[in-house]
């Protein structure tokens, strides 16, 4: 039996949940298994999404402020 669980699909969650938890629930698979997931395919989860943006947010303020 093939999965209907792709890396499209593990993407989509990905952008569109704001944790790792409710994108899982919304694939309906574990938490621990979309991780899994994430890392196999190099999917961005959305802890690292929020972590990037933080850095992102305090280079470019660092930035104006020089």
Known sequence: ???S???ARV???SRVYNSG???AA???ISSVHYHRLCKLYGI???AQRRQ???VESRR???EVLS
């Open 26 to 28: 919304a694939i309906g």
């Open 52 to 54: 990037r943006e933080k």
């Open 21 to 23: 938890k409710a994108a």
């Open 11 to 13: 993407h989509n969650v």
């Open 44 to 46: 961005e989860t959305p």
């Open 1 to 3: 039996m093939k999965s």
């Open 5 to 7: 669980i792709n890396r």
């Open 60 to 62: 470019y303020r660092d």
